[in-house]
């Protein structure tokens, strides 16, 4: 009985005394200022590549844009500040969403030239083009398969897959354009990616923060394709790329390049190899950020974008001419 | 033969009887939600909640033990501090347990202590972000329990005052590490300590139930109080809290049946 009401003591005072809590920064233009500056700073993945590449150091960035966040400072100001503040780390998955403006970095793509026209995609799929899986697709003249995919955020099926890949059964090669294809899920990139894959195959690496400082990361862990067990395509394949490919695209692309009868033709990708996460500031806006980081088979960076085995740009000359200059190359390359 | 058999197992089956006194009570209530999930965010979320209570007691006369079994669900929607952003919890909590009780003052007051095996099922969402909404709850633990119950008349009627108080010892809960995502643990298999086991310092949840009970008549009681249910959880580098304080209302039903022992 005596031991009984011991712990009948003790177990409550530790359960009070021990609250489990968060520090809150004050609703203030200051405030917003660390709070924001403090999630990246314990939940952004790429310091330390970053640090390597250009130098970039979050410390000094906090003293850089502290004397711009003052307390004086209206909304407005205060959001110009936060995203300059962010664009510091040069990655497209890191946003700040307010009521009245999205705050971005987008020169990943927009410093470059686009390669992509959809007026000449139109000359190509024509009007009576199919559409299966949030494709668009046909065969072209020299019967080469040809498919646009604009979003993996547009679910695929399998269902539909197999019709598509039924479709171009008769054809010598397949071009699946990508171009500006701003990512989505995931898991399309695999259920697509798996259609090419005869073998399970390793395709990249997975990591994730398991605490606060820059370089506290999990192991790293293998990523696979396995073969669908559907249809699967056996002949040569071209992915056209732009800069516009980013994210879970950049994820596709990454996969792809480890199949031997795939080919990437185009610029280089986007990047954005890191998987986001979002959080809130204390005045409502939200902030998305970069928080697991993925590499390719290599265990090297993706982040800037992924490298085209064959760099063609779009030419003035076939642009008057109505030709797509990369899909024109991707036509010949599989005629090989 | 078939009656000898029968005659044989009425013989060596005993007779005597024993009087087991149940409880069951369905209480709902409603109040204050404060929720904080650092996976999902940093800010503090609070707002209204619900909460549905079923408790059901059994007690054998001049047995030293008897039983609990409690269902409680709660469900919230709340706020940050910009009112700009929701977040929906969702709670199941199981709890099935045995109390050694003390009579105290002729059997006035009853004090009950004992323990409880708690499992607990639910999530957080988010309904403003997009790549990490939501947050799943999964728990067991094994919770040192104690109920006491004061009886007294009031301007001829019966009253009831009773309050329990359950706190962990120890227990497992699931929870992705400090910046995994669900695609990793469920689309890619990645473990990484996400079942964690937990005591009173890791964990430092603890629930009380206060209640009023009105007898009004020998088999309905009519019941109010306050349960105050405050899930705290410091594991993977992640801090979470779901404070959950509730008015309570509700009808308890009192029931004797005579049981074989």
Known sequence: MRKCFTIWIFIPLLTFTACVDE??????????????????????????????EYGLDWNNIFN?????????ADKYQLFEVLTDMLAELRDGHVNLYSSFDNGRYWSWHEDYPTNFSDTLQRKYLGIDYHIASSMRYRILDDNIGYMYYGSFSNPVSDSGLNEILRY????????????????????????????????????GYLRHKTGKGHNDFSELEPQYIEPSANLRWQKGTVILTNRGVYSA??????????????????????????????STLPNGWTV????????????KEVEFGIPPDYYVSMTDDDFRHGKDSLIEFARKLLAE | MKDKLLTLFLTLTPLSTVAQ??????????????????????????????????????????????????????????????????????????????????????????????????????????????????????????????????????????????YELNVPLVGVMFSPNYGQSYYEIFNRGNYDHNIVPTTFVSAPSFRQVATIEWRTSEKWSLRVGYLGNYQQAHVNNLKQHVYAHRVMIGIVHHFTKTIRP
């Open chain 1, 168 to 203: 171009f059964a008769f054809c010598n090669g397949l071009i699946i354009d990508i171009r500006s294809n701003g990512g989505g899920d995931l898991t399309n990139a695999e259920q697509l990616a798996a259609r090419f894959c005869n073998e399970k195959t390793l395709v």
């Open chain 1, 288 to 299: 998305r950020f970069s928080a697991c980081p993925s590499f390719d088979k290599d265990c």
């Open chain 1, 249 to 278: 695209a950049n994820d596709f692309v990454k996969y792809m390049k480890c199949f031997p009868l795939v080919k990437i033709v185009g610029d280089q990708t986007g990047g954005g190899a890191g998987m986001p996460y979002t």
């Open chain 2, 21 to 162: 006194e149940s409880t069951s009570a369905n209480i709902i209530g409603v109040g204050q939600s404060r929720i904080l999930d650092t996976y999902i965010n940093q800010e503090k979320y609070s707002g209204t909640g619900f909460t549905y209570l079923y408790i059901k007691e059994h007690a054998r006369l001049n047995r030293r033990w008897n039983s609990i079994l409690e269902h409680e669900a709660d469900l919230s929607t709340t706020k940050d501090r910009s009112r700009d952003n929701q977040m929906i919890e969702g709670n199941y909590f199981l709890y099935w347990g045995l109390y050694r009780h003390w009579q105290f003052f002729g059997d006035r007051l009853l004090i009950q202590a004992g323990g409880l095996a708690n499992a607990n099922l639910g999530f957080l969402y988010d309904t403003t972000s997009s790549n990490n909404p939501a947050q799943g709850r999964f728990s067991m633990n094994l919770m040192p329990a104690a109920v006491a119950t004061y009886h007294f008349p009031l301007f001829g009627k019966q009253f009831t005052l009773r």
């Open chain 1, 23 to 52: 520090e809150e920064f004050p609703d203030t233009p200051q405030g917003n200022f660390e709070a924001l500056w403090k999630i990246i700073d314990e939940h952004y993945c790429f310091f330390d590549y970053k640090q390597r």
């Open chain 1, 64 to 72: 850089i844009y502290k004397v711009r966040a003052r307390n004086e």
